[in-house]
């Protein structure tokens, strides 16, 4: 079993949709936690992060974090056509960083 | 801002055949990281450096070796390619959120070995 679950998708959803990407993890000892999203033939780059539980909002995108469950979740409200990318979580201990697989989200116009 | 340059974007090599890819970072950052990523597997740590003149082994380190050559500076070395290194890597750095998970990250060197 992965330390980092994450459905690889593909995702498609029209404009304006609401978007929900999900990872699960089994080490309990990660306190941040974070999303990174990447596009086509580029690196990846810092979304969001949010320490332990708890909710964090950035303008379209709400980050969730339900530790006691080992489940976090990142939305996307109205989405648009720029949103299209791979979306990566990973989650952190200490410095040590594992990441899930990515999830290959496409907004279509 | 470059921000992290890796350097080659592309290539190819023959199995048994030796190259390094090199990374420098013009944030002043004093962590850096090779990783590589491959389709289903995420990306996963090869070697990393704390600070300069440091380096650690991650996730999976066999067939690489590193050089901290400076702080700017991490370059990534295949000494014997073979056809499971094939992958995109990716070199990143990290200043003080390095603990908080804030990487940056280059724009990957794309490596096929036949």
């Known amino acids: 079993q992965k330390e980092v679950e994450q459905d690889p998708g593909p995702l498609s959803v029209p404009e304006g949709a609401i978007v929900s990407l999900n990872c699960t993890y089994s080490?309990?000892?990660?306190?941040?936690f974070m999303w990174y999203r990447q596009y086509s033939r580029k690196g990846p780059e810092l979304l969001m992060y949010t320490y332990s539980s708890g909710n964090k909002e950035d303008g379209r995108f709400t980050a969730q974090v339900d530790k006691s469950s080992k489940y976090i979740s990142l939305f996307i409200r109205d989405s648009q056509p720029s949103d299209s990318a791979t979306y990566l979580c990973?989650?952190?201990?200490?410095?040590?960083?594992?990441f899930g697989a990515g999830t290959r989200l496409t907004v279509k116009p | 801002n470059a921000g992290v340059t890796q350097t080659p974007k592309f290539q190819v090599l023959k199995t048994g055949q030796s190259m390094t890819l090199q990374c420098a970072q013009d944030m002043n950052h004093n962590s850096m990281y090779w990783y590589r990523q491959d389709p289903g597997m995420g990306l996963r740590l090869i070697y990393y450096?704390?600070?300069?003149?440091?380096?650690d082994k991650g996730e999976v380190p066999n067939g690489y070796n590193v050089s901290r050559l400076n702080k700017r500076e991490f370059s990534l070395r295949l000494e014997s390619a073979a056809p499971s290194q094939t992958s995109v890597y990716f070199c990143?750095?990290?200043?003080?959120?390095?603990?908080?998970?804030?990487?940056?990250f280059g724009e990957g060197s794309r490596l096929t070995v036949l």
């Open positions: 990973a989650m952190s201990a200490l410095g040590d960083m594992r």
């Open positions: 080490n309990s000892a990660f306190q941040y």
């Open positions: 450096s704390a600070s300069e003149g440091t380096t």
């Open positions: 990143a750095s990290a200043g003080p959120g390095q603990y908080t998970g804030e990487l940056f």
